[in-house]
C-alpha cells in the first residue's frame, strides 16, 4: 500500500523548459550548449554546482570557460533562469487534496541559483513556503549533496524521512532518474507524454 508520495520538482510540479536554457546560450553565441546541458546529462561543473560543491561565483566561471566567451554574471544567470516557466494552480490545490492522503516529499536536482529564487518566488505567488507547509520534507540535491540518479541519493532520503520504499510512489520526468530509485526498491511512475499530476489523480493512480 502506498503511504509516501516523493515528487520531482521541475517538470511535475513546476512547468519547465530546458531547451530555453540552450536557446538563450545560442543567442549569446554559444553554438554547442547542447553538448554541455540536457534534462538527461550534463558536464561535471554542472553536477557539482547541483550537489552543492561550488560556489555560483564557481559555477559561472566554469560556464565561462566551457563557452569560451566573457558572459557577465547577468547573462549566465538570465540563462538559467530562463527554464523555470510557471507554477500551476490546479497542481498545488491537487496537493493539498493529496496531503489529505498520503505524507508528500519533495526531491529535486537543483541549485543554489535556483532554489533560492524559486523559494521567494514561490511564498510570493502563493503567500505561503511551498517547501515547509505543502510537503513533509523537501529534499534538495545542493543542500543534501546527494543528486538524482545516485541511489545513495533515494537511500538518504529514506533513512532521513523515516519511510520505507515498498510503501513510497516516486514520480519524475526523467527515466535515468527512475531507474536509480529502483535500485533501492521505491515504486516509480515516468511522468511523460504530457502527462500531468492531475492526470494521474483522474486515472486514480495517486
Known amino acids: 500500500m502506498i503511504k509516501n508520495?516523493?515528487?520531482?520538482?521541475?517538470g511535475v510540479i513546476l512547468n519547465v523548459d530546458y531547451n530555453r536554457v540552450i536557446d538563450t546560450f545560442k543567442s549569446y553565441g554559444v553554438k554547442?550548449?547542447?553538448?554541455?546541458y540536457t534534462q538527461a546529462a550534463q558536464v561535471e561543473i554542472i553536477d557539482r554546482f547541483e550537489e552543492g560543491k561550488c560556489s555560483c561565483e564557481e559555477f559561472r566561471q566554469g560556464v565561462r570557460n566551457l563557452t569560451?566567451?566573457?558572459?557577465?554574471?547577468e547573462q549566465i544567470d538570465k540563462a538559467w533562469f530562463s527554464m523555470i516557466l510557471d507554477?500551476?494552480?490546479d497542481v498545488i490545490q491537487l496537493l493539498g487534496i493529496l496531503k489529505l492522503k498520503y505524507k508528500l516529499f519533495l526531491f529535486s536536482n537543483t541549485n543554489e541559483?535556483?532554489?533560492?529564487?524559486?523559494?521567494?518566488?514561490f511564498e510570493r505567488q502563493l503567500g505561503f513556503d511551498m517547501f515547509n507547509c505543502?510537503?513533509?520534507?523537501?529534499?534538495?540535491?545542493?543542500?543534501?549533496?546527494?543528486r538524482k540518479p545516485n541511489k545513495e541519493s533515494f537511500e538518504y532520503i529514506l533513512r532521513d524521512a523515516g519511510i520505507?520504499?515498498?510503501?513510497?510512489?516516486?514520480i519524475d520526468d526523467?527515466?535515468?532518474h527512475l531507474e536509480g530509485a529502483k535500485k533501492v526498491g521505491l515504486n516509480t511512475y515516468w511522468l511523460t507524454n504530457g502527462e500531468t499530476l492531475i492526470d494521474l489523480y483522474d486515472k486514480k493512480i495517486i
Open 113 to 121: 541559483l535556483h532554489i533560492e529564487f524559486l523559494k521567494k518566488d
Open 174 to 176: 526523467s527515466p535515468q
Open 32 to 36: 554547442d550548449f547542447d553538448k554541455i
Open 5 to 10: 508520495l516523493l515528487l520531482d520538482m521541475g
Open 87 to 89: 507554477l500551476p494552480k
Open 164 to 170: 520505507s520504499a515498498e510503501e513510497t510512489l516516486f
Open 68 to 73: 569560451g566567451l566573457p558572459l557577465s554574471d
Open 134 to 146: 505543502v510537503f513533509n520534507k523537501a529534499y534538495f540535491s545542493n543542500e543534501i549533496h546527494l
